[in-house]
């Protein structure tokens, strides 16, 4: 029996998440698996309740579960709250609190949905990449930061904002044996991406992660600055297998990566810890709030990080696969939600979607 702690959040994260635990359910009845699921409050919806985004409760279920399932936090209604208070504050809250240092994006193709994608079919036909993002560290944490006045030489005030961009060498080299274990077991070639010609943060990333390569002589390293891996991802993604890069450069370059498989509701994330301790799993998109409650939002990208959960946290490898042959039968039957939607398809609600998963779903 696993005890799942499940974490819904705001916008169309209650719906999406639904979904996830139809196929979960379905999945559980096919493999014989049992799941509990326990519920609790993030973000907006949990600042409503206790005035803070993430309780104390939340975190104590989160700990004492087997996995997290997440959907998404955020709604333009909490964009003026002081940001300590903020729903994203929650997910970084909870990020630090599970110490989820490993952010696992893999950017996958359907061939259904070539012609979805804004890049040209040719481009992206097999594109297969793992995007390792730090997810604890960088310019997300640092200290100092904030916003205040300082009096310049004329004896004006003016306002400054700072953040610090900042890593340890040790928060590096866990990253990096993270990342060399990734492209180990994918097609052992690791791209380190950073800005090492003009940051020092950078300089020091590219120098642990030549060192920790020693340890692994069978996986091929190669360094790239973030604006060219920007400009490679569109022009010829293909060329990457295994990415790793920081919180920020990662965040920015992992939406990029998404719309090469065509929308932001397919991505799937898992974020790892330490051996033995609980993993997190949510959707790289965010809450959507203007679909809030219609019915239309994709749920793949949930159901997908529910498959990444049995793989990563439950080593089902067959469960997983499972899971991805089901969403690949349905594309191929044509079914779409809205955001992938073109002329000839079949226009699927997100109900519609997880259960045409959900039937697809056998050994
Ligand atoms: C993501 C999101 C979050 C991040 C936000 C919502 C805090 O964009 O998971 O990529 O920046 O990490
Ligand atoms: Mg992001």
Same mark, same amino acid.
């Given at each position: ?82 940001? %300590? !208070? #903020? ?5 970084? =809250? &909870? +990020?630090?609190?599970? /110490? ?47 916003? %205040? !006045? #300082? ?5 004006? =005030? &003016? +306002?400054?904002?700072? /953040? ?200």
């Amino acid at each position: 029996m696993y005890k799942i702690c499940v974490l819904s959040g705001d916008g169309i994260g209650p719906e999406i998440v639904n979904e996830a635990l139809k196929v979960l359910n379905k999945v559980g009845q096919v493999f014989d698996i049992k799941f509990e699921f326990n519920h609790a409050l993030i973000g907006g919806c949990a600042y409503e309740k206790y005035k803070k985004p993430l309780p104390d409760d939340t975190v104590k279920l989160a700990k004492d579960s087997d996995a997290v399932l997440l959907g998404a936090v955020g709604d333009w209604k909490y964009d003026t709250l002081p940001p %300590e !208070v #903020r729903p994203e504050r929650a997910l970084l =809250g &909870i +990020r630090k609190e599970l /110490n989820l240092f490993a952010n696992l994006r893999p950017v996958m193709i359907f061939d259904e949905l070539l012609d979805a994608s804004s890049l040209k079919p040719e481009i992206i036909k097999g594109v297969d990449i793992m995007i390792v993002r730090e997810l604890t560290g960088d310019v997300y944490f640092g200290e100092p930061k904030g916003i %205040e !006045v #300082r009096v310049n030489e004329d004896g004006v =005030g &003016i +306002r400054y904002g700072y /953040n610090n961009m900042i890593y340890s060498e040790k928060e590096i080299e866990r990253i990096a044996h993270s990342a060399f274990l990734t492209a180990q077991a994918r097609n052992k070639k690791l791209c380190s991406v950073d800005k090492a010609n003009v940051l020092d943060v950078s300089r020091l990333w590219r120098e642990i992660m030549i060192d920790v390569s020693k340890d692994y002589p069978d996986v091929e390293l190669s360094h790239m600055y973030v604006d060219n891996a920007a400009m490679q991802l569109v022009a010829n993604p293909r060329q990457f297998d295994t990415i790793v890069t920081g919180n920020i450069f990662g965040d920015i370059l992992s939406d990029e990566a998404s719309m090469i498989s065509g929308s932001l509701g397919l991505l799937p994330s898992a974020s790892l810890s330490d051996k033995g301790s609980v993993s997190l799993y949510e959707p790289i998109h965010g809450s959507a709030p203007d679909l809030r409650g219609l019915n239309v939002a994709n749920p793949i990208a949930t159901i997908l990080s529910a498959a990444m959960m049995l793989k990563y946290s439950f080593s089902n490898n067959e469960a997983y696969d499972v899971i991805l042959d089901a969403v690949k039968n349905v594309l191929k039957q044509g079914f779409r939600t809205k955001d992938m939607f073109k002329d000839g398809d079949k226009l699927v609600s997100t109900t519609q979607m997880g259960d045409a998963i959900c039937g697809e779903i056998q050994k």
